[in-house]
């Protein structure tokens, strides 16, 4: 599925959306990893089955506009407005109504408003300040199940600079400013979520949580 992406702009300081069309990428190390990390996370949602999905931090609205055109009662948000107005570009070429999509910050999310079956949270918490809190957040929204997604270090790193991307950053991804193994992952989402399966699409660790009771 093409869409149009940011490539990488900045708003108030923070990476918006994608730098490269990674969905849509030709490079064959690129695709295997992008066929892995789709494969886990839509297995996780057959599994699952859920009646409303709310993407948290959905950037242009990839998996929220695959969601709806397989049938799911589905939106998005993004903290970032340019990126918003993006997502709902990509919604009406594709003949679906921009109202998918609205710009909110993780941290703001209302139990009322943003609540939803299952909530996903993909490529989010390693650009956050303030990861913990932005978990609080996903508690309050998500009614039965939480996937949740992050980049597995140090994996992610050597992988960038294998294919010799951002060398001066030693491999770090542009507005990565959290980084987990693993282990370090499943523990902190474990004091907000229980963690019920993990899957390893290399490189990112990708976790399926139901609330504390």
């Keep these: 599925m093409s869409i149009r992406i940011s490539g990488g702009t900045e708003e108030d300081g923070v990476v918006i959306g994608n730098a490269y069309d990674k969905y849509g990428s030709s490079n064959p190390i690129v695709k295997w990893m992008m066929n892995g990390f789709q494969s886990s996370l839509s297995n996780f949602v057959a599994k699952l089955s859920p009646k409303s999905?709310?993407?948290?931090?959905?950037?242009?609205?990839y998996w929220v506009l695959r969601w709806s055109e397989e049938?799911?009662?589905?939106?998005g948000c993004d903290f970032s407005k340019s990126v918003i107005e993006i997502a709902q570009e990509n919604a009406i070429s594709r003949g679906l109504s921009p109202s998918l999509f609205e710009s909110r910050s993780i941290y703001d999310l209302d139990t009322d408003q943003d609540g939803a079956d299952l909530v996903v949270c993909c490529e989010v918490l390693e650009h956050l300040e303030n990861p913990e809190a932005g978990l609080r957040a996903l508690q309050r929204v998500a009614r039965n199940h939480?996937?949740?997604?992050?980049?597995?270090?140090p994996v992610w790193h050597a992988l960038n600079l294998a294919r010799g991307k951002y060398v001066t950053r030693?491999?770090?991804?542009?507005?990565?400013?959290?980084?987990?193994?693993?282990?370090?992952?499943?523990?902190?989402?474990?004091?907000y979520f229980e963690v019920?399966?993990?899957?390893?699409?290399?490189?990112?660790?990708?976790?399926?949580?139901r609330p504390r009771n």
């Design 71 to 75: 049938g799911f009662s589905t939106r």
């Design 146 to 153: 939480l996937i949740v997604s992050v980049p597995q270090e």
């Design 53 to 61: 999905i709310h993407e948290i931090g959905c950037g242009e609205g």
């Design 170 to 191: 030693w491999g770090n991804t542009p507005g990565h400013i959290q980084h987990w193994s693993k282990s370090g992952f499943i523990k902190l989402v474990s004091k």
């Design 196 to 209: 019920i399966e993990t899957k390893s699409p290399l490189p990112w660790t990708m976790l399926l949580c």
